[in-house]
């Protein structure tokens, strides 16, 4: 079999806004085409990539090396303590470092900032896996997944609730490009970056653009209601502020059914009790596992079409 290349070999994979619509849409069949069966094809074979760490994973990690493993490339496990970017050496001499070593670089690091530093000083492709500004990746996944139980993304209004965080931005992002309608409530205060808002992609990539409430009234004919941590990893300090300051901003069963059609989504790992309820993300209508197993399928797309070579 001739292994898949696309559009966008070689390139990095940093946020959604990257993408153009027709890329994003490539991306998004041929993970569901990996997940049916129908293209199994292994452009990694030989190939070896470095997933550097610096926060703890679980759907991550695991997503990552069981796709590289199944497109036949290998990989390298890289923590914080293993390359301490900024201290030890500079994010540049790092990226530098690696490019002479490996094929690619999946990145989940604390700074954006960071991220982009090593993408620029590195020849070879880098994914971001998660930064505190955006999580593009589990956006890909939440995407393939609204496909699946809800059909075309433009006939969709998704609302997230909770803080204007790295998932926040990422969905506006795929919004803008794909023209799903998408509603984003929060605590007054914790609406998402107000560049991003105002206009993250360029004017010819908009889609019907993006709502912000603070009232959880707007979930009102949602197909799918999304919501996350309300302090995520370095925000623990924070906690016990945000839990009185989002209490009510849950996602509980009365919440759910004022919207009786709609799907419960969460990029996981979920604080019952805070965020949402274990009535809710245990009902028949929460397809969070179902978001969880799908990051397989749109990182192995992903992965294909940056890592991937011909043969």
């Given amino acids: 079999m001739i292994p898949y290349v696309g559009a966008l070999s070689g390139r990095d994979f940093l946020d959604v806004a990257d993408l153009e619509p ?91 900032v960071d991220l982009l530093e090593l993408a620029a000083a590195s020849e070879k492709p880098v994914i971001n896996a998660l930064t505190n500004r955006s999580h593009p990746c589990q956006i890909l996944a939440d995407l393939m997944t609204l496909e699946e139980v809800c059909g075309p993304l433009v006939q969709q209004k998704v609302v997230y609730i909770g803080d204007g965080n790295n998932i926040a931005v990422s969905l506006i992002e795929a919004s803008e490009l794909m023209g799903f309608s998408l509603t984003v409530i929060t605590p007054p205060g914790y609406a998402p970056p107000a560049d991003v808002v105002d206009g993250s992609l360029p004017a010819g990539n908009r889609g019907s653009g993006v709502t912000l409430s603070t009232d959880v009234a707007h979930v009102a ?87 991937g070579a011909e043969q």
């Fill in 22 to 112: 027709a890329e994003l849409r490539e991306l998004l069949d041929l993970a569901h085409s990996i997940k049916a069966g129908r293209w199994t094809g292994r452009p990694l074979e030989g190939r070896h990539i470095a997933l550097l760490f610096q926060k703890p994973s679980h759907r991550t990690r695991v997503s990552f090396e069981v796709g590289i493993g199944r497109l036949g490339g290998r990989v390298t496990n890289l923590t914080e303590q293993d390359v301490q970017l900024g201290l030890r050496e500079t994010v540049g001499d790092a990226a530098r470092v690696l490019d002479s070593y490996v094929d690619g670089v999946v990145a989940r690091l604390r700074s954006h």
């Fill in 221 to 307: 004919g949602a197909t799918a209601i999304y919501t996350d941590v309300w302090a995520s990893m370095g925000q623990e300090t924070e906690r016990e502020v945000r839990r009185k300051t989002f209490a009510g901003y849950q996602v509980n069963q009365a919440l759910m059914d004022v919207t009786p059609g709609a799907v419960f989504m969460h990029c996981l790992p979920a604080h019952r009790g805070e965020e949402v309820t274990d009535e809710v993300i245990d009902g028949r209508r929460s397809v969070v596992f179902q978001q969880a197993a799908n990051r397989l399928y749109a990182q192995m797309a992903l992965m294909a079409q940056l890592f």
